[in-house]
């Protein structure tokens, strides 16, 4: 056996271990290219005449990793975009500014270290670039693409995997081999692998690409693009502990309904409606269609509908700020809502219910108010936000809607200084929006052809909608009958054309038949899930847990211990309220630490920085956990908490 056979064994080994289908792929593949070894003995794949290299690999990766690191493809975040966090990291972030002021440590605008927690490299090749690029950057999370087998299989005689890649697995770390080509699974995966491993580690995230494929571009276009949503929705620990507070004082006492999603399909049609500016030009549209269509506003869409005379069935809520009661409260004012059932989430401010006569409330499961009063998934609205325009779209798919046509669904705009309905709420009296001028930072397609701008919000907005609408099931259809983004796997409509038959039944029955659908929760319900406060104890059990796993990893700069805490956090996972409570926060104080400690000028007062983030990380944990304890002590015994309840300006 020669000496590449003999490696192409122990890899093969090795991947029988990581990904036995992939092995068994690997064991009997027959290639279609062939090695070519130059003078100095490197390797070269070349297939029907041509090479990838077109020299030795090794030569080739040592050039490539010198011009790389001259420019460096490396995702890192501002001290703008950090500052803005909650108040847990902010006692950090002060704390840390004061200790590194008092002790003459500096931090540089850009990071001083290469080491970083996440790595992607788009592209194995012959794997010649691997070991010195793995050196470099230490990291605790590897993502290697590679979509052309060929290369993989004769990788398997020129690199040793078992040597160079299994240390990391054995060191703690995780390796994800991506072998597909088709960009939209390779973008996906990498989502999903970034927000399960390292989702506070986006500081630093290092792209290596190895040579050039139309795959490996559309996945730095998403970074490069689409990054700043990976950081987006961490959550906050004072957040959640008004959401909990919220859903105990808005289900205590047995008398709410809940919503309880069900695959019954509905044959009437149902016009789910936003206040996005060109619901204007479809007024006339829903109101002759009105009692054909059941209609659900969504947010600041309730108004416009009212003063056009059209009453929805339901009125969908998402936000638990305090406008989410006070805009319905100024237009009950105006208007009767006595007919109209409130959609909203658990974690409305209570205030809501003096609002509305009738509601059904439903849980949103990314939210530690789920498992904490729930934890049977048919409570929940599959895709709820970022917008309640997407609350809105998610009630219609749940309850198995077959017709569903989007007015006012915007999520995009061409001038934007008209950026709402003109009779919405964002309108004052003197014809002006309220918020002025919308910021916006991209242009996407527009649903009627063209462009319209955007923003990073509502982008994220479309590619939940995208996902929700594959993920329905057959049998649906979705116009989009806003002039505003596209969006894919909807039909653009103008809503001119939209006519419906008359209904075979009136509208009132489809309505009470889904309403008669969705439970009463009640006292035992809420006693079965609260269980006394069970909750505190639970968090307890969580933060000490945390504090260990910090103390056992006490040098912070190998980053080993962020993977530690992953595994606690579970960041895919929505089954345990203590940790849903905490992870937001220990998040973000990761980013502030991990921000600072990346940057640091002085080397020789690195390990000092380190034994205080550390100490202050073990201290604001420790102080989560007491004040989960107090604020929810007291909540049951005033219905109200003693320092974190949010007060709004």
Not at 114 to 142: I, K, T, Y
Not at 330 to 355: N, R
């Amino acid at each position: 056996m020669t000496g590449s056979e003999d490696i192409f064994e122990q890899n093969l080994v090795f991947f029988k271990e990581i990904n036995p289908v992939l092995a068994e792929r690997l064991a009997t593949y027959k290639a279609l290219s062939t090695l070519e070894f130059d003078g100095d003995g490197e390797p070269d794949v070349v297939f029907q005449g041509m090479k990838l290299y077109g020299k030795g690999a090794q030569k080739y990766a040592a050039e490539q990793i010198e011009a790389f690191w001259k420019s460096p493809s490396v995702i890192t975040l501002t001290r703008k975009s950090i500052i803005i966090t909650d108040s847990e990291a902010t006692k950090l972030l002060n704390g840390l500014l004061q200790f590194a002021d008092d002790n003459a440590i500096t931090f540089s605008e850009n990071r001083t270290t290469r080491n970083a927690f996440h790595l992607v490299v788009l592209g194995a090749g012959l794997g010649q670039h691997m070991q010195s690029l793995l050196e470099d950057v230490q990291p605790r999370n590897l993502i290697l693409v590679e979509p052309n087998f060929e290369f993989l299989y004769q990788s398997l005689f020129t690199f040793n995997w078992n040597g160079v890649i299994r240390p990391i697995i054995e060191d703690g770390g995780n390796v994800h081999l991506l072998v597909d080509s088709e960009p939209k699974v390779l973008i996906s995966e990498v989502r999903r692998i970034y927000s399960e491993y390292g989702r506070a580690s986006i500081d630093g995230l290092t792209v290596y690409r190895h040579y050039e494929n139309p795959a490996f571009t559309a996945v730095e276009q998403f970074l490069a693009t689409q990054g700043d949503k990976l950081f987006s929705g961490l959550g906050f620990f004072e957040d959640e502990i008004n959401m909990i507070a919220n859903t105990y004082n808005n289900l205590k006492g047995g008398q709410e309904k809940v919503f309880y999603a069900h695959s019954d399909l509905q044959d009437f049609p149902i016009f789910v409606v936003g206040s996005g500016p060109s619901l204007d030009g479809s007024i006339d549209v829903i109101r002759a269609n009105q009692e054909r269509a059941v209609i659900v506003s969504c947010g600041t869409a309730l108004l416009p509908l009212l003063r056009a005379g059209i009453t929805p069935d339901f009125h969908a809520e998402l936000e638990r700020s305090k406008y989410q009661m006070e805009i319905p409260k100024g237009v009950a004012e105006e208007f009767d809502l006595s007919q109209i059932y409130l959609l909203g989430s658990t974690t409305l401010v209570p205030g809501v219910k003096q609002v509305f006569e009738k509601r059904i409330f439903y849980f949103r499961h990314l939210l530690s108010s789920f498992p904490a009063f729930s934890g049977e998934l048919r409570n929940c609205l599959r895709y709820p936000s970022p917008t309640v325009g997407n609350t809105g779209i998610s009630f219609a798919e749940d309850i198995g809607f077959r017709l569903v046509y989007l007015f006012g669904m915007d999520l995009g705009f061409a001038d934007p200084t008209v950026h709402h309905s003109e009779n919405s709420v964002y309108r004052k009296v003197d014809g002006r929006h309220n918020f002025g001028i919308s910021p916006w930072d991209r242009v996407v397609p527009g649903n009627f052809g063209g462009e319209v701008k955007s923003t990073s919000v509502m982008q994220w907005a479309r590619d939940t909608l995208e996902v929700s609408i594959a993920n329905c099931g057959l049998g649906r259809i979705f116009y989009n009958c806003s002039d505003g983004s596209l969006i894919e796997g909807s039909v653009p409509l103008l809503p001119e054309f939209v006519d419906l038959p008359e209904p075979h039944e009136p509208k009132k029955v489809c309505v009470q038949r889904i309403v008669d659908g969705f439970p009463n929760y009640s006292d035992a319900d809420f006693e079965s899930h609260w269980q006394d406060g069970k909750l505190i104890q639970d968090v307890r059990a969580v933060g000490d847990r945390m504090i260990e796993r910090i103390e056992k990893k006490s040098d912070l700069k190998t980053k080993k211990y962020i993977t530690e805490l992953m595994k606690i956090v579970r960041a895919m996972e929505y089954d345990d309220s203590a940790i849903s409570l905490m992870r937001g926060s220990v998040y973000l104080l990761l980013v502030i630490g991990e921000h600072h400690l990346d940057r640091v000028v002085e080397d020789d007062k690195k390990d000092d920085l380190v034994a205080y983030i550390r100490k202050e990380y073990v201290r604001l944990i420790d102080s989560m956990c007491d004040e989960v304890a107090v604020e929810f002590s007291s909540l049951e015994k005033t219905g109200a908490l003693v320092n974190r309840e949010t007060v709004w300006a």
